[in-house]
């Protein structure tokens, strides 16, 4: 469970980009946070992994109030999260399969990763992750050979090797061709289906965001303008998020 509780984020520079969210989402819940570019979508997945601090409200994951939590309790919280970014985040010069091992950093003292000293059961789960998501015998290949898409299900597999209770997705499939922005978001979707990880996801697509997710956060100038079922998303409600109806192809996050 994650709830912001009258959370505000002002930056050093003075931008205030969340300014008062309120939210509760539960366990297993697949939610796309939309929104115009600079509303506040980035600033609020990275506050729940603490990838910066709030600057008042409270912010609470399974009943842990996060802002005040600082080493091994933080190291706690961030294995039990997941990150995907638009860019994948993969270290390029390394195997798929090492990348993917990274997912089990956390777990272990800093000596032991460092010199790739992992147990069998890490090795194992890495490579259950990689043919979960159907790259298995992508394993040995440098992680900078392969498709944006291919990138992408590394970077999933890695977060599932984290055997994590959430995943954050900052744009996931933003730099991605429509036919693989499709498979990415249904392994998406699978991952929550099959694994009962939540997923909360930052996207421009909005049809895409209609189709996979069951909740959607309309975000305006950090506040949450809409907070309900997909299905219940209507033109008026996109042109409050907006500011004003969208075309079809920017509707398709283009
Ligand atoms: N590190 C930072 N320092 C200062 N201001 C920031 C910083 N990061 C974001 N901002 C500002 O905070 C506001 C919200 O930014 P944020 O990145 O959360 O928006 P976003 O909805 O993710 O936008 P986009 O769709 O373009 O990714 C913007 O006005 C942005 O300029
Ligand atoms: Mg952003």
Do not use: C, W
């Not at 729940?48 to 009943?63: E, Q």
């Not at 499709?182 to 965001?209: P, S, W, Y």
Request: hydrophobic share 45%; glycine share 8%; charged share 20%.
């Amino acid at each position: 469970m994650i709830k912001f509780v009258d959370v505000v984020k002002t930056y050093p520079n003075g931008v205030q980009a969340l300014r008062g969210i309120n939210l509760t989402i539960s366990d297993g819940e697949f939610v796309a946070i939309i929104g115009l570019s600079g509303a506040g979508k980035s600033t609020l997945l990275r506050s729940i992994n603490k990838m910066h601090s709030i600057t008042s409200g409270k912010l609470f994951i399974d009943d842990i109030e996060i802002s005040s939590i600082t080493g091994y309790d933080l190291r706690m919280l961030r294995r039990s999260i997941g990150m995907i970014f638009q860019s994948f985040n993969l270290v390029k010069r390394m195997s798929v399969y090492s990348n993917v091992l990274t997912g089990r950093v956390a777990y272990h003292p800093t000596f032991a990763t460092l010199f790739g000293l992992y147990p069998k059961r890490d090795k194992l789960l890495a490579l259950e992750s990689l043919d979960t998501m159907g790259i298995l015998d992508k394993a040995f290949i440098r992680a900078d050979q392969l498709s944006g898409g291919q990138q992408q299900r590394v970077a999933l597999a890695r977060a599932l090797t984290q055997e994590p209770k959430v995943i954050l997705a900052d744009e996931p499939v933003a730099s991605l061709d429509p036919i693989t922005t499709v498979q990415v978001m249904d392994d998406f979707a699978r991952i929550n289906k099959e694994f009962g990880i939540t997923i909360v996801a930052n996207m421009h697509h909005v049809d895409l965001a209609l189709k996979y997710a069951t909740r959607i956060i309309g975000i305006k100038d950090g506040l949450v303008v809409y907070d309900g079922p997909s299905t219940k998303i209507t033109e008026d409600i996109l042109v409050n998020i907006y500011g004003r109806s969208l075309k079809h192809d920017e509707l398709l996050g283009e």
